[in-house]
C-alpha cells in the first residue's frame, strides 16, 4: 500500500479556504484517494474519494495533478465546526475488501 | 437512520479479566470491520466481516481476541484475558456491498485495562 505524508498540523482562521496537500509518491495505476475526516471523541467519517484530476461533493473538493503523486483536500470556508483530524488513505478502490489503512492524519483547528 | 452504534462506550477493566464489545451496524450492510488505535498510534484494521463470514482476519494481534457475528447482523470482540497493552480505542465500521472505502464508523469504545 503507498504510503501517505501530509501536514501534523494545520491552524485557520474561521471563513478561510483551507487546503491540505498530502504526498503519495509511490502510488499505484489502481490506486485510489481517499480522505476521512475525524472529530474528538468519535470515529472516522469518509469526506471524498478520487482517481485523478477534480472531484467535489457538498463537503469538499478533491484536486489530483496528472502525475497522482499528490492531491489536496480543499474545504470551503471553514467554520469552528472543522476542527478536526484529516487522514488521507492511498489503496485500491475498496471494493474489492482492502482495509483501510490510516496514517497519523492533520490534525486540523480554525479559530475565531 | 441509526448509524453504527458501540457498546459500552467505555470499560475499565483489570489485566487478567474478560471484556466483550459489542458492534451493531447500519441495517443492510454485509461489511462490518474492527479497528482499533492504541494510545498514540494510527488507527489499524483487525478484521472485516463479510455477513457472517471472516473475510480478512489479517490484523488481529493474537488469538486472545475474538470476534463473532452470528447471523450476520451484529458483531461481538472479546478480549480474554486482557493485558495492559489492550488498552486503546476500538472502533467498529460498516459499509454497503462494493463500497468498502466509504466505511461508516462508531464512536468506538474505549478500553482502559489496568
Known amino acids: 500500500l503507498a504510503k501517505t505524508t501530509q501536514p501534523i498540523s494545520m491552524d485557520s482562521y474561521e471563513g478561510q479556504e483551507v487546503n491540505i496537500t498530502c504526498s503519495h509518491n509511490?502510488?499505484?495505476?489502481?490506486?485510489?484517494i481517499t480522505w476521512y475526516q475525524q472529530f474528538p471523541s468519535q470515529g472516522p467519517r469518509f469526506i471524498i474519494q478520487g482517481y485523478k484530476t477534480k472531484v467535489t461533493n457538498e463537503v469538499a473538493s478533491l484536486f489530483i495533478p496528472a502525475d497522482r503523486k499528490s492531491s489536496t483536500l480543499s474545504l470551503p470556508r471553514v467554520s469552528l465546526s472543522d476542527t478536526a483530524v484529516y487522514y488521507c488513505?492511498?489503496?485500491?478502490?475498496?471494493?474489492?475488501?482492502?482495509?483501510?489503512?490510516f496514517g497519523k492524519g492533520t490534525r486540523l483547528s480554525v479559530i475565531a | 437512520e441509526a448509524g453504527v452504534t458501540q457498546f459500552p462506550s467505555h470499560s475499565v477493566i483489570e489485566k487478567g479479566q474478560t471484556v466483550t464489545l459489542r458492534c451493531d451496524p447500519i441495517s443492510g450492510h454485509d461489511n462490518l470491520y474492527w479497528y482499533r488505535r492504541v494510545m498514540g498510534k494510527e488507527i489499524k484494521f483487525l478484521l472485516h466481516f463479510v455477513k457472517e463470514s471472516k473475510q480478512d482476519e489479517s490484523g488481529m494481534p493474537n488469538n486472545r481476541f475474538l470476534a463473532e457475528r452470528t447471523g450476520g447482523t451484529y458483531s461481538t470482540l472479546k478480549v480474554q484475558p486482557a493485558e495492559l497493552e489492550d488498552s486503546g480505542v476500538y472502533f467498529c465500521?460498516?459499509?454497503?456491498?462494493?463500497?468498502?472505502?466509504?466505511?461508516?464508523f462508531g464512536p468506538g469504545t474505549r478500553l482502559t485495562v489496568t
Open positions: 465500521a460498516s459499509s454497503q456491498s462494493g463500497l468498502s472505502y466509504e466505511q461508516y
Open positions: 509511490n502510488i499505484a495505476t489502481n490506486d485510489y
Open positions: 488513505l492511498v489503496g485500491a478502490d475498496y471494493s474489492g475488501n482492502t482495509p483501510l489503512v
